[in-house]
């Protein structure tokens, strides 16, 4: 079984309701009906009986028994005590657990605010608790030697790994971003063993960052999706699932919604990275810094009165 196949008991850990949102679009028929009725109302779910809950999905008892144990849940009572411990947690961050904190066009700057801080905390709090660190520190070790790293993504998602892979040359590992399928799929291609291909998308559905991981992986190279459903498409080209955890609101689509938890995990790559790599980082960084040095305005006294800090290493 690879990385990608891997699901974690979710109930155990608080995050039994983010691994029902990452499975949602791969359950079907009454799965499904049990799934949705949970997530509408996780606070219900988490007092209901195992009838009521059988009742108010249209199914029955023996189906959320398998719904059970589809998500790796041992019985009902694992399932509420999973739900209850997600509802806790959030209650003590403070947050909406059902994301009624949404916007609506007669809501106040100030409300607006702090609904968006709230959701994405809670997005990137969320990630954090769910991501598979065990599969994370491998792909950083193949990274840190690979020949080149190769990222593939579409429409918004393009610009965030545009962003890592600038800032992955800037420590010295050769990399390339591909947001047009036909030279994508150019450059998949010619990759092979030793080369890695990581794929962002929030859907996991968007066919062409699908397509051009799949050519990447038939020619040998290790590939990585990042996306918030496990049971995509594009988590079934990968040998590593990265995941985040991102709800949508009224005037943001997932794929805006998911952009910092996104940046948390490809910024947790690229430290890991130059960790791996420090010395070889470290000389890399320090000649890019030097070569933009004369493109910068020099300090004045008034503009900075103290002594500048030493830049960090990455």
Not at 40 to 45: H, K, R, T, V
Not at 109 to 134: F, G, N, S
Not at 139 to 166: H, P
Request: proline share 5%.
């Amino acid at each position: 079984m690879t990385a990608a196949q891997d699901l974690p008991a979710e109930a155990g850990s608080g995050q039994l309701l983010v691994h029902l949102r990452s499975v949602l679009p791969g359950l079907t028929g009454a799965l499904r009906q049990v799934a949705n009725v949970i997530l509408e109302d996780p606070g219900w779910a988490s007092r209901a009986t195992i009838v009521e809950l059988g009742e108010r999905s249209n199914t029955s008892p023996a189906t959320v028994t398998r719904f059970c144990r589809s998500l790796g849940v041992a019985g009902y009572t694992e399932l509420r005590v999973g739900i209850a411990t997600e509802i806790g947690r959030a209650v003590q961050a403070g947050w909406e657990l059902g994301i009624g904190a949404d916007v609506v066009p007669t809501d106040p700057l100030e409300r607006v605010l702090k609904t968006l801080l709230a959701v994405d905390l809670q997005a990137m709090h969320e990630t954090a608790a769910a991501l598979d660190l065990t599969a994370l520190d491998r792909v950083v070790d193949i990274m840190a030697q690979a020949r080149r790293v190769d990222f593939y993504a579409m429409g918004g998602s393009a610009a965030v790994v545009e962003d890592m892979q600038l800032r992955m040359h800037r420590i010295g590992i050769a990399s390339w971003t591909w947001s047009d399928v036909h030279n994508g799929l150019t450059s998949a291609v010619l990759l092979g063993p030793g080369d890695v291909a990581i794929g962002l998308s929030h859907s996991g559905r968007t066919t062409e960052t699908v397509e051009m991981l799949a050519a990447a992986r038939s020619r040998g190279a290790t590939t990585v999706a990042i996306t918030n459903f496990s049971t995509s498409p594009v988590a079934e080209v990968a040998d590593y699932v990265l995941g985040t955890s991102v709800r949508e609101t009224s005037f943001r689509s997932g794929a805006m919604s998911a952009r910092h938890s996104q940046f948390l995990v490809l910024d947790l790559l690229y430290l890991a990275v130059a960790q791996r790599t420090h010395q070889r980082a470290t000389d890399a960084f320090a000649r890019t810094a030097d070569a933009v040095a004369t493109h910068r305005l020099p300090t004045t006294p008034h503009s900075a009165p103290h002594a500048a800090p030493t830049p960090p290493p990455y």
